[in-house]
Antibody, heavy 119, light 112 residues
Framework: QVQLQESGPGLVKPSETLSLSCTVSGGSMSRTHWSWIRQPAGKGLEWIGRIYTSGSTHYNPSLKSRVTMLIDTSKSQFSLKLSSVTAADTAVYYC?????????????WGQGTLVTVSS | QSALTQPASVSGSPGQSITISCTGTSSDIGAYNYVSWYQQHPGKAPKLMIYEVTNRPSGVPDRFSGSKSGNTASLTLSGLQAEDEADYYCSSYTSNSTLNVLFGGGTKLTVL
């Protein structure tokens, strides 16, 4: 059973960079896409982007200029960096396994971590 | 405004059936059978309930079923139970090269 766990600061100041990690356990990270998805309080889901085992990435164009995703399979981790954050970036951030190219679903999710942008 | 359109809320009594619609375009729902549905209880992560329009992952009750007609997909819950009360999100693969996946805005299901 694949399990994912997000970690990182819960509070980030405006204009700074949000940094989160996702640790994967119970399965291999090989030949798989991994994604970040966020959800502002009381609102819907927003796909942030995906990263493949090789390190290739694809980002939501609405966030592309501020997003960087990296992967370290030796540590079973992938990460998200979102720069120049504002209050609008306050949300619960989820990491998930993305079966892109096959059935195109997010089949395993982390529990989510709340990130608040505030001074 | 979400790319896929869902009703904000639906409700039903225990034992009844309800249907949640999800409307897209000919570039997403209408073009591919990669429609999925997620259930989200308050404070929890979304859970995959339906994939490829009609398929249920292992462990999902057969009270949950999916369908599609044209650019609109639907999730039907039969024999409503109290624990079905949650938010439901549809999702679809899209041919838009700049986006891989679209989500609906979510539907709040209330079991009366």
């Amino acid at each position: 059973q694949v399990q994912l766990q997000e970690s990182g600061p819960g509070l980030v100041k405006p204009s700074e960079t949000l940094s989160l990690s996702c640790t994967v356990s119970g399965g291999s990270m090989s030949r798989t896409h991994w994604s970040w998805i966020r959800q502002p309080a009381g609102k819907g889901l927003e796909w942030i982007g995906r990263i493949y085992t090789s390190g290739s990435t694809h980002y939501n164009p609405s966030l592309k200029s501020r997003v960087t995703m990296l992967i370290d399979t030796s540590k079973s981790q992938f990460s998200l960096k979102l720069s120049s954050v504002t209050a609008a970036d306050t949300a619960v951030y989820y990491c998930a396994r993305f079966t892109y190219g096959s059935v195109n679903v997010f089949d395993y999710w982390g529990q989510g971590t709340l990130v608040t942008v505030s001074s | 405004q979400s790319a896929l359109t869902q009703p904000a809320s639906v409700s039903g009594s225990p034992g009844q059936s309800i249907t949640i619609s999800c409307t897209g375009t000919s570039s997403d729902i209408g073009a591919y059978n990669y429609v999925s549905w997620y259930q989200q209880h308050p404070g929890k992560a979304p859970k995959l309930m339906i994939y490829e329009v009609t398929n249920r992952p292992s462990g999902v009750p057969d009270r949950f079923s999916g369908s599609k007609s044209g650019n609109t997909a639907s999730l039907t819950l039969s024999g409503l139970q109290a624990e079905d009360e949650a938010d439901y999100y549809c999702s679809s693969y899209t041919s838009n090269s700049t986006l891989n996946v679209l989500f609906g805005g979510g539907t709040k299901l209330t079991v009366l």
